[in-house]
């Protein structure tokens, strides 16, 4: 079967740094997506890796090791509009794309 | 201001009615989802319109009747729902569903409630 595993919930401070973990165990790889989804809101596109390493866009950076079939999405000084849940999703070998179930990030002054 | 836009934004019916869902998109996109999301659970992908083509059904209970009448629009038609079908629909578009890079741009939903 098809599975993409990240933490249910994280907690961290503003200001901080915090990392989010995904892995996933696909049929094929063509692509691992990062969204954002604030409560109520729509989901809405942070990042995108086909080939391995780091990719920085501003405060927000992720990773991909196609390899170990994981990625993480780096969050660099943290503010409190950073509260909201963060959904990894694979496209496989018949571009689908796959979803995890989301981290919910709770930021604390 | 994402660009796809659905109606109504919360719905409450009984199991025995029949509502439909709408959604538009303004981004001159070719492929069109419908996705339910519930709780702590990942989003499920439900049906794929690609050029107004049905390309994906996964196993959908046919209470859930899907209509893509042309690339900008797409609805989802209920009737008989049960309960458990209370969840956020969310409607996406992108530009052709069968890329490996398929960015999907997401309306806001329907916070659906069956009573």
């Known amino acids: 079967g098809q599975n993409i595993d990240q933490p249910t919930e994280m907690t961290a401070t503003e200001g901080a740094i915090v990392q989010i973990n995904c892995t996933y165990q696909t049929s094929g790889f063509n692509g691992l997506f990062w969204y954002q989804q604030h409560a109520g809101e729509a989901p809405t596109f942070l990042s995108y890796n086909v080939l391995d390493g780091l990719e920085e866009k501003g405060r927000f950076s992720s990773f991909l090791s196609r390899s170990k079939g994981y990625s993480y999405l780096l969050l660099k000084e943290l503010q409190m509009k950073d509260s909201a849940s963060y959904l990894c999703a694979v496209t496989d070998s018949n571009y689908q794309l796959i979803w995890g179930a989301g981290t919910k990030l709770i930021i604390k002054p | ?115």
Do not use: I
Not at chain 2, 29 to 44: R, V
Not at chain 2, 101 to 111: D, I, L
């Open chain 2, 1 to 115: 201001e994402t660009g796809v836009t659905q109606t109504p934004r919360h719905l409450v019916m009984g199991m025995t009615n029949k509502k439909s869902l709408k959604c538009e998109q303004h981004l001159g996109h070719n492929a069109m989802y419908w996705y339910k999301q519930s709780a702590k659970k990942p989003l499920e992908l439900m049906f794929v319109y690609n050029f107004k083509e049905q390309t994906e059904n996964n196993s959908v209970p046919s209470r859930f009747s899907p209509e893509c009448p042309n690339s900008s629009h797409l609805f989802l038609h209920l009737h008989t729902l049960q309960p458990e079908d209370s969840a956020l629909y969310l409607c996406a578009s992108s530009q052709d569903s069968s890329g490996s890079y398929n960015e999907q741009f997401f309306g806001p939903g329907t916070r659906l409630t069956v009573l």
